[in-house]
Structures are given as structure tokens and as C-alpha cells.
């Protein structure tokens, strides 16, 4: 009997001690009435992959991001966003540990239309560009620019109503 506790306590202390696998998916859906909360859902995607990528790093675990994406369907009168990161084993000097974002969701008459507005009002709110900057100076990837990653998703409703998101996606040491 005391074989088999002994067994049983090696083979949870092993399950709970095993270290993530090479490459590591983050995925966040929403789904909501409410489009104007969306930006919620961003926010919550932004702070777990962050606080993952630095409980990889303490852990001795490091991992950098290699690609990012954020999907958009409208379906039964709801928004659903489903937003992924893939985090890839690196050697420690080459880890990302901050990752952060900025985007917009704005509404359009059609999905050309939407998009180019999207355009224009991130351009007349001129934050992303300074964003990016403040990024570069404060967190210096390892190649001289942070890694970036620019994502677009168009969506429409069932009153023809078009639906653009536009995320922009920084990572840094």
C-alpha cells in the first residue's frame, strides 16, 4: 500500500512540475451583445499573455512571442472576438516579457468602408504611432525595434452593418 502512495504522490508531484511544451497557444474568446465593451476582452487577452510570458521567464521557461491574431464574427446578434498568441521556447537572452496592445473596433456601410475609417480615425487620433515609439525607446528588442505584429478583422451584422477591428501588437524583453 505504501508502494502505491508513494507512486501516486511522484506521478502528481511530476504532473504538477511538468514544464510547457516548445510552442504554447493563448486563446481568449468573447462573445457579447454589447460591442461596445470589446475593448474589455482586448484588455483581458493583453494582461494574460503578459503575465504569462513572465511566469514563463521566472520560471526559467522563457518564450517569445511568434505570431498574434484576433478573429471577429457576428452571429445571432453578438460580437464574437477570438484572440490567440503563440508563444514559442527560446533561450532566456532572446525571451519576451512584455506584450501589449492598442487597436480600434469601429462600425461602416460596407467592409471597404469600415476599414478605410478605421484608417482614418487611428490616423486623426495619432496614438499608435507614438505608442510604437515610446514602446521602442522603453523596452529595445533584441533586434533594435520591438517586434510587432498588425491585425485586421472585418465582421457584419444581419442590419448590414460592418464591423472592423485593427489591433496592433508590441513585444519586448
Not at 5 to 34: G, H, R, W
Not at 78 to 102: E, G, M, N, P
Not at 139 to 150: A, I, T, V
Amino acid at each position: 500500500m505504501k508502494k502505491y502512495i508513494v507512486v501516486l504522490c511522484l506521478l502528481i508531484f511530476m504532473q504538477c512540475n511538468t514544464p510547457p511544451s516548445d510552442k504554447e497557444e493563448i486563446t481568449y474568446e468573447y462573445s457579447s451583445a454589447n460591442f461596445t465593451d470589446a475593448h474589455l476582452s482586448a484588455n483581458t487577452f493583453e494582461a494574460t499573455v503578459a503575465q504569462t510570458l513572465k511566469e514563463r521567464y521566472a520560471a526559467s521557461y522563457p518564450r517569445k512571442v511568434s505570431d498574434v491574431s484576433v478573429s471577429m464574427a457576428i452571429y445571432d446578434g453578438r460580437l464574437h472576438l477570438i484572440w490567440t498568441a503563440y508563444l514559442v521556447r527560446c533561450q532566456k537572452a532572446d525571451a519576451d516579457t512584455v506584450f501589449s496592445r492598442r487597436g480600434k473596433l469601429l462600425p461602416g456601410a460596407s467592409a471597404f468602408d469600415v476599414q478605410h475609417h478605421v484608417e482614418k480615425v487611428l490616423e486623426e487620433e495619432n496614438e499608435i504611432q507614438p505608442w510604437i515609439q515610446a514602446f521602442r525607446q522603453r523596452y529595445m528588442h533584441r533586434s533594435g525595434n520591438p517586434c510587432r505584429f498588425d491585425r485586421t478583422s472585418t465582421g457584419m451584422q444581419n442590419d448590414s452593418t460592418y464591423w472592423c477591428i485593427r489591433e496592433f501588437f508590441c513585444v519586448g524583453p
